[in-house]
């Protein structure tokens, strides 16, 4: 298309359909002809397109803008002008076009041709340029006339489209406007509760679309500042900006912070906003680097450290607080100044050249330095200055960063305070400690002399810190401090290795008893009260002690023999000290060995569960079973439940083991009463650890439902070391485990500390006697005086009292006479398997009990470890009436004493086990009714006499004996004991 060119006919523009400037399209394919019809088209004012060929005008034509006029020559190879007016014809896009033929043919009948195909007028060339202008104004007059009558209404809403348009654009461009700046634009359509965004604010927040109501834009904004917008919105002033600053949710969950600028520009008739527009800005780079000022500046004035800023000339520009805390000149003192002003005169000029020299060689320097305080006192600074270039490298300010060394090094020792001691005890701490042994034994080495080193425990420590509260526990831990200070020489190192865990160095040891003295010493201070919080507070310690070089020549050697002596020494009941022996290692190696195949065992299935009779005392018949466990290691072979079981209660695995044997047993008793064997009950064993968990009632609760078994038919045995600690939880457990309906009954009973108020406050069923008073009940006077105030106690609280670990008739015997319910033994039987324990429960197997023997009147018991003695002495004797017994020990005697009553007991004084004073003595303790004398040929005064004044012997008798004078004072002693008996009767009866 060619340029517009003037019109040589400026007072009568030609004019397109719509108005404009038309485009006149000329067809002709002579180039010449082409030329000069577009250039009076164009002095004629119009625009003009050409095309050389009919194909080319086609396509010229369809081309927008299109033509409002066409001049088209006719002749014209490949297509003439009538193909191309009937082409022109056919399309809607081109029908309306008005076609001028301008051709050299002159016959009136190629002109009517021309106008009846179409043609709106026929022009002959050589074609005259005013006859040309004016022809083209006609036709251009007449179709812009045709087109305004018949398009009238589509012009109008062309207009109207233009004009939006126009709009569209304004707001296009303002919009694009302001979203290059950072700017998306949002209306808030209140009177139909819509929410328009801008494309550039959905893209700004990753929003595809907009939220669609007002509310849903408000619950975008972060909840502190939700109200503050809600309240601008809705309480707008008229012609006033609404201004915030709010964070809002982006797509990905971020909060972003936002600018709001917006007018309310219509209001309801209730004066309302109805529609709000507005901007939103994202200002969180603004608002970031706005915090990061704010912390630069907390930094740089909040820092300990001096920073003084100056420019090229050094003068101070700024300073920080700390610059007038550690030189004591203000800002305003110091601003303006430069730093010479702290120029103390310590340094020459060659240090000032050196250090000038690294700044402007190296961009920094650093080191120390000596500087002048404003009250005159010198102050050493560790100072770092470095210089600020510009682009020319030419430095535009210097920094100085400069702290008071002395704070420096009080802070190097405070740290090395910290990492070396203890900060509540102000004791080397492990570290130290250590390293004070390692030098200790360096200087035993080369000096040969000895070197202790003393491991103490507080026992029992953490009860103080559950009841009194940790503050109360670390006022202890001084005191004890202060106390074991006390008690060591001048050089000796005491360090606190642990919370409640002191050691000792204790250097050149002469003698071992030195460091036992120690100990005792320290045991001594510990066990005196402590007052803490008006309460006395006992402690007892347990020290574990180990002497170089004979138990390590290491510090960790000595450590280790120190550790298994404190060990021992809690094993062996606290409160005591142990040495260091070899054997404690292999102790040590055991228990290692025992805890980590203990972590296995349950899932291996190497534990079982066997079952030990418990058997009535008044009829014999078993009244129950005891579940324990067994343990046969896949490693170790059979363990000990002795060593096992302490060991799974320390690390907590017996918590999970005793529930397993819980539900064994449980499983196990329901199997035999389901096959209607014995009716049977079982007790099961329940560690301290496994009694303190909250949740035991639900674990008992479920084995029950598990099994099938009936609560009553569940005992659980509890020792009293899992109450000790807390009295009233544990009764509370107590007593939640008895409303399941099972029985409760007190294992060891007679080992802790047993009593008619403590008992009375727990609802047990049973005591269960300890087997350690039960093994030698029948000799020793001590046990046998437990047992009888234990069965006493417990036939008081209306509890059943059961025996453990019965071997012999006679200690059976004894118990039933002291009327015990029932026993548990080997004497019945061994802990059994279940496969071996069926057969007792299907045969009914009884406890064989002894006849009781009917009250002899005349009952003698002769004991001497001599048999022909015994011999003599029964043969003298027979004919007197006497129902003799006979032993050779005092243990045999003990034995026939404990099965049936015995009125005289005459006893040898030299024999091999025991002596018969002290027999005798014994027998007084346990059976005082019987009337006891001595027969020997060996004559120790000293001791029959005390035993004769402290009553233990009636008679003392010598051998060889007179036949007439023994039977006489034989049958002395039995009318003692008549008389005894009589007088013992009198006082049961209540006879005068």
């Avoid at 489209?161 to 304004?170: F, Y």
């Avoid at 009950?681 to 099938?708: M, T, Y």
Wanted: hydrophobic share 40%.
């Amino acid at each position: 298309m060619s340029t517009d060119t003037p019109s040589i006919f400026p007072d009568l523009p030609l004019a397109g359909a719509n108005g404009d400037k038309p485009l006149i399209l000329v067809v002709d394919d002579t180039p010449l002809n082409l030329e000069t019809l577009a250039e009076m088209v164009r002095c004629g004012g119009a625009n003009a397109r050409v095309a050389n060929c009919g194909q080319t005008a086609l396509r010229f034509a369809r081309l927008e803008p299109r033509p409002d006029l066409i001049l088209l020559d006719i002749m014209m190879p490949d297509m003439d002008g009538h193909a191309v007016l009937a082409e022109l014809r056919k399309m809607p896009e081109t029908r309306d076009i008005p076609v001028i033929f301008v051709t050299a043919q002159t016959d009136e009948l190629e002109e009517e041709r021309g106008i009846r195909e179409g043609a709106a007028d026929y022009l002959t060339k050589p074609v005259k340029m005013p006859v040309l202008i004016a022809r083209m104004r006609a036709h251009l007059e007449a179709s812009r006339a045709q087109w305004l009558l018949a398009n009238q209404k589509a012009w109008l809403e062309k207009e109207v489209d233009r004009r939006v348009a126009e709009n569209t654009q304004l707001k296009r461009h303002l919009t694009l406007a302001l979203e290059r700046t950072g700017f998306g634009i949002w209306e808030h359509d209140h009177a139909h509760d819509r929410n328009r965004w801008s494309e550039g604010l959905r893209q700004m927040l990753g929003y595809a679309r907009e939220p669609e109501a007002v509310a849903e834009f408000m619950n975008l904004i972060h909840p502190e500042d939700r109200p503050v917008i809600e309240a601008l919105v809705a309480h707008p002033r008229r012609d006033e900006a609404l201004v915030a600053e709010f964070r809002i949710r982006h797509h990905d969950g971020d909060w972003r912070w936002v600018e709001s600028r917006g007018r309310t520009v219509e209001f309801d008739a209730a004066g309302q906003p109805a529609l709000m527009i507005g901007t939103l800005l994202d200002i969180t780079e603004r608002k970031q680097a706005e915090a990061e000022h704010r912390l630069a500046d907390l930094v740089f004035t909040g820092i300990g450290q001096g920073i003084c800023i100056t420019d090229a000339e050094s003068r101070i520009l700024r300073i920080n607080d700390a610059f007038s805390q550690i030189t004591g000149y203000t800002a305003a003192e110091a601003i303006g100044q430069t730093p010479r002003l702290l120029k103390s005169g310590v340094h020459g000029a060659a240090f000032y050249a050196e250090m000038w020299r690294a700044i402007h060689q190296y961009g920094n320097w650093q080191g120390e330095i000596t500087n002048r305080h404003k009250d005159g006192s010198l102050v050493t600074e560790w100072l770092s200055i470095s210089s600020l270039r510009q682009a020319g490298g030419v430095a535009s300010h210097y920094v100085g960063i400069f702290s008071d060394l002395s704070e420096r090094q009080a802070a190097a020792e405070r740290i090395n305070f910290l990492s070396s001691y203890d900060t509540l005890t102000e004791l080397p701490n492990r570290t130290l400690f250590d390293d004070r042994l390692q030098q200790a034994l360096l200087t035993a080495r080369r000096f040969e002399r000895g070197t202790a080193l003393i491991l103490l425990d507080l026992n029992r420590f953490r009860l103080v810190n559950d009841t009194l509260g940790p503050p109360a526990g670390d006022e202890i831990l001084v005191e004890v401090t202060r106390r074991l200070k006390l008690q060591v020489r001048e050089g000796d190192t005491v360090g606190r290795r642990a919370g409640n865990e002191f050691g000792f160095v204790m250097a050149n040891l002469s003698h071992e008893r030195d460091a036992l003295a120690l100990a005792q010493r320290m045991l001594d201070a510990i066990s005196v009260p402590f007052m803490v919080a008006g309460q006395s507070v006992a402690i007892t310690a347990s020290i574990g002690i180990s002497v170089f070089p004979k138990d390590g020549e290491t510090v960790e050697a000595m450590l280790r023999s120190a550790d298994a002596a404190l060990l021992r020494a809690k094993q062996s009941g606290r409160n005591t000290f142990n040495f260091y022996s070899p054997e404690m290692d292999a102790d040590a190696a055991r228990r290692l060995s025992i805890e980590t195949a203990l972590r296995t065992a349950l899932a291996n299935d190497e534990f079982s569960v066997h079952y030990q009779p418990q058997v009535s005392l008044e009829s014999g018949h078993m009244i129950g079973m005891e579940a324990l466990l067994r343990w046969n290691s896949a490693q170790l072979g059979p363990v000990p439940p002795v060593e096992f079981i302490p060991i799974a209660e320390e690390t907590g695995l017996i918590v999970q083991i005793g529930d397993w044997v819980l539900r064994t047993a449980c499983r196990q008793t329901k199997a035999w009463l389901d096959l209607g064997l014995l009716p049977l009950h079982v007790a099961v064993n329940l560690s301290p650890r496994q009694f303190r968990q909250a949740d035991l009632p639900a674990q008992v609760a479920a084995a029950l439902a598990e099994s099938g078994l009936p609560a009553s038919a569940l005992e659980l045995e509890i020792t009293e070391s899992a109450f000790i600690d807390d009295v009233a939880e544990a009764v509370a457990m107590c007593r939640k485990l008895k409303a399941l309906g099972i029985k409760l009954s007190l294992d060891d009973f007679g080992t802790g500390y047993s009593s008619l108020a403590y008992l009375s406050r727990f609802p047990f069923d049973k005591i269960k006697i300890d087997q350690a008073f039960v093994r030698d009940i029948v000799n020793n006077p001590v046990n046998a005086a437990i047992a009888s105030a234990a069965i006493v106690m417990g036939r008081s609280l209306n509890l059943s009292v059961l025996a453990e670990g019965v071997e012999t008739e006679a200690q059976a015997s004894f118990l039933r006479s002291r009327r015990c319910d029932a026993i548990q033994g080997y004497l019945f039987s061994r802990p059994l398997p279940p496969d071996e324990f069926a057969p007792l429960l299907r045969n009914n197997k009884l406890l064989p009990l002894a006849v009781p023997v009917a009250p002899q009147e005349k009952t003698l018991l002769l004991v001497d470890d001599e048999p022909h003695i015994l011999s003599s002495l029964t043969r003298l004797l027979r004919r007197e009436g006497y129902t003799i017994l006979t032993a050779t020990s005092p243990t045999e005697a003990f034995e026939i004493l404990a099965q049936q009553p015995i009125q005289v007991v005459i006893s040898d004084q030299r024999m091999p086990d025991m002596s018969g004073t002290e027999f005798l003595s014994r027998v007084r303790q346990i059976y005082p009714a019987t009337i006891r004398l001595v027969l020997t040929g060996y004559t120790d005064l000293q001791s029959v006499t005390d035993a004769i004044n402290h009553g233990a012997i009636y008679k003392f008798l010598t051998k060889p004996w007179d036949d007439d004078q023994l039977r006489e004072q034989i049958r002395e002693a039995f009318r003692m004991a008549h008389l005894n008996e009589e007088q013992s009767f009198s006082e049961n009866s209540g006879e005068p």
